[in-house]
T-cell receptor, first 110, second 113 residues
Framework: GQSLEQPSEVTAVEGAIVQINCTYQTSGFYGLSWYQQHDGGAPTFLSYNGLDGLEETGRFSSFLSRSDSYGYLLLQELQMKDSASYFCAVIFSNTGKLIFGQGTTLQVKP | NAGVTQTPKFRILKIGQSMTLQCTQDMNHNYMYWYRQDPGMGLKLIYYSVGAGITDKGEVPNGYNVSRSTTEDFPLRLELAAPSQTSVYFC????????????FGPGTRLTVL
């Protein structure tokens, strides 16, 4: 079967750095994506890792280790608007089929 | 571009009723997806399509049907609604599947009573 594990909640202060981990067990792994979802809104794409290593996009970075079946999302210089849910999602075929984790709720405090 | 649009935004159904959730994208994307999201949970794939005339099941297809007669439209049909289908439904699209970013519509909030 397919499963992803991520922490349910993380709290951090404005300006800090936070890391959200994701471990997965899937067959036919193609890549790992991260999506952000504000309360009541639609998910929006943040990043994709197809190969091992770090991908950086502005304040956000994402890391993948295929051998460890592990990835993380790193958010730097946290802002209040970063308070949202963050989902890792495994892509397990070239059709783009996604299996989502249950999400991590990030609360940024002043 | 409007992106991905969904109608209706909200709907209340009685048990046993049927309805169609509409999804349209104007980005000429080949791939389209339907997800459901229960409170506090991640999204689960219901059905997907890799192009007009081609559809396939996702993780949770039971109780739903889809069709894809055009590139733009990907309606989701609920037959004989049940309380377990109370959820938020998101439609998404991407240009070429795989690692491509998926663009999501605003969602339809469905309650079955």
């Amino acid at each position: 079967g397919q499963s992803l594990e991520q922490p349910s909640e993380v709290t951090a202060v404005e300006g800090a750095i936070v890391q959200i981990n994701c471990t997965y067990q899937t067959s036919g792994f193609y890549g790992l994506s991260w999506y952000q979802q504000h309360d009541g809104g639609a998910p929006t794409f943040l990043s994709y890792n197809g190969l091992d290593g770090l991908e950086e996009t502005g304040r956000f970075s994402s890391f993948l280790s295929r051998s460890d079946s592990y990835g993380y999302l790193l958010l730097q210089e946290l802002q209040m608007k970063d308070s949202a849910s963050y989902f890792c999602a495994v892509i397990f075929s070239n059709t783009g089929k996604l299996i989502f984790g249950q999400g991590t709720t990030l609360q940024v405090k002043p | 571009n409007a992106g991905v649009t969904q109608t209706p935004k909200f709907r209340i159904l009685k048990i046993g009723q049927s309805m169609t959730l509409q999804c349209t994208q104007d980005m000429n994307h080949n791939y389209m997806y339907w997800y459901r999201q229960d409170p506090g949970m991640g999204l689960k794939l219901i059905y997907y399509s890799v192009g007009a005339g081609i559809t396939d099941k996702g993780e949770v297809p039971n109780g739903y049907n889809v069709s894809r007669s055009t590139t733009e439209d990907f309606p989701l049909r609920l037959e004989l609604a049940a309380p377990s289908q109370t959820s938020v439904y998101f439609c998404a699209s991407s240009f070429s599947g795989g690692a491509d970013e998926q663009f999501f519509g605003p969602g339809t909030r469905l309650t079955v009573l």
